[in-house]
């Protein structure tokens, strides 16, 4: 699952001691394992190797640029959804033709940005030292996105006019709203027919012939691609074999009708263990999947995926501080240093998130993670933060061992929407964030400061 785990009481990341971590550099910290990534990345690819899948991760999950480049070191190309996004994947190291560009609401800015470098905000970009003469050289040359993962018919009809008038060629994939119930929050389920994303079955064949290889608009874009993405975190194998049926008929339906398709985009969407086992091994993904889509690697079709969550979310961490305990209303309260500023989805969503102290006695180590924990001595608590919200908690009725002021809680599966869905809320700085590998430390994000939070907002001369 990761490589966060009890030795003798006491949590460590690697080889590195939790309370150590929080001791250096400070909380609310976010700590991630680079193991625990090149594990999940490796396993991934080996259990769908016969589809020979181009993995484009999810950056809207975790977007650190240290975790990118560790990422992209990896083989993996990007899923972006906005232009800072995009940026951030080239800025990381990832060429444009592994980067693809979805998101519902792509703007023509956007989308110029990602056929021509001209566009690209990065023209002015200094790094940490000052101009970089081999950046700049890299952008100069740097070309389109291998592909956008189109919306709607006024979206194609965008990127049509905007590569006309750039000269250059776009390809698409066609996002298809397959109508398939993915048993997710009813916020992170995108594949029903009442969600935003995508075009129905039915509307799909006619953008394709009027956008497809056999169109005038294919002189500068090139729609050949078909695209799904049913939501996360998905639990079972059968939405995604009900979404991939769906689309292996309008496949053969656009083949029958002389539109060549070169992709097929699954998506992401596989879950993370937020509780031990309850997530399918990949393995158990990849049977179910694998045989469906084996035919059209046959014929040469790429397969594409865009995994976020099940690669980052069960390696990082949140460490926080404990501030205060207090009684109120016959209920237990723990105040920490952390809310959902740092941490929004169980206020957002409702999510689950394990937490423990990162020290405690032998008999209470965990070596399960468990919305209900049974162990002796453990009281209901709420773990909130110090947010002006009533809606400002990490944990709500949690049985935990007693905790006191100054003690140490770990969050964990927090490597996945946690940092990248914080906020300045209340003006509190964003935490730091810090990679572990084996027994070595590095800031990837130095803390915020409140200095940092208002030289944004203070007038320029």
């Known amino acids: 699952m990761d490589h966060f785990r009890y030795q003798n009481g006491e949590l460590v990341c690697e080889g590195v001691s939790a309370t150590a971590l929080a001791d250096r550099f400070g909380t609310p910290l976010y700590v991630y394992s680079a193991a625990t990534i090149r594990e999940h990345v490796t396993r991934l690819r080996t259990a769908f190797a016969a589809l020979s899948p181009k993995i ?6 975790n977007g650190n640029l240290h975790l990118l480049r560790l990422l992209s070191s990896l083989g993996c190309g990007m899923d972006v959804v906005s232009l800072g996004e995009l940026e951030r994947a080239f800025v990381a190291g990832v060429e444009m033709d592994r980067i693809v560009f979805a998101g519902v609401g792509k703007g023509e800015q956007e989308i110029r940005a990602a056929l021509s470098p001209v566009h690209s905000p990065m023209r002015d970009w200094r790094g940490g030292d000052g101009p970089d003469a081999a950046f700049a050289a890299r952008l100069a040359k740097r070309g389109s996105v291998s592909c956008f993962n189109a919306e709607s018919e006024q979206e194609l009809e965008v990127i ?61 874009l090139v729609l050949d691609g078909l695209h799904v993405h049913l939501g996360s975190p998905i639990y079972t194998t059968e939405p995604y074999v009900a979404a991939i049926r769906k689309l292996l008929v309008l496949e ?3 083949r029958a009708r ?17 509780e031990t086992g309850k997530t399918p091994a990949y393995d158990t993904y990849a049977a179910a999947i694998v045989p469906l889509l084996l035919p059209l690697v046959e014929r040469g079709v790429q397969i594409v995926m865009e995994p976020g969550r099940t690669i980052v979310a069960n ?48 008999e209470l180590t965990p070596t399960e993670r468990r919305s209900e924990m049974n162990m002796p001595g453990l009281n209901p608590v ?3 933060g110090p947010i002006c919200e009533s809606g400002d908690f990490l944990a709500q009725a949690r049985k935990l061992p007693r905790v006191d002021p100054g003690s140490l809680l770990c969050v964990f599966s927090a490597g996945a929407y946690g940092m990248s869905m914080a906020s300045n ?21 130095e803390r915020q400061t409140i200095v940092g939070i208002l030289e944004a907002e203070s007038p320029r001369r």
């Open 56 to 61: 484009c991760y999810a950056v809207k999950a």
């Open 160 to 220: 049509a006019r905007v590569a006309e008038e750039l000269g250059v060629t776009a390809r698409a994939a066609l996002r298809i709203n397959p109508d398939v119930d993915a048993y997710t929050h009813a916020y992170t389920t995108t594949g029903k027919a009442d969600n935003k994303f995508g075009v129905t079955i039915d509307r799909a064949i006619a953008l394709f012939d009027r956008f497809g290889s056999r169109s005038r608009s294919a002189r500068h």
């Open 252 to 254: 053969h339906e656009l």
């Open 258 to 274: 002389g539109h060549a398709v070169r992709s097929v985009d699954i998506g992401g969407g596989f879950a993370a263990d937020y």
């Open 315 to 362: 390696a990082g961490v949140l460490l926080t501080r404990v501030r205060y305990t207090k009684h109120n209303g016959g209920k237990h309260f723990v105040v920490c240093d952390a809310g959902m500023n740092a941490l929004i989805r169980p206020a957002l969503y409702e999510a689950f998130h394990f937490i423990w102290p990162a020290r405690v006695p032998a």
């Open 382 to 384: 709420d773990v909130v």
């Open 425 to 445: 809320y209340n003006d509190q700085p964003l935490p730091a964030e810090v990679l572990v590998e084996g027994d070595r430390a590095s800031v990837i994000r």
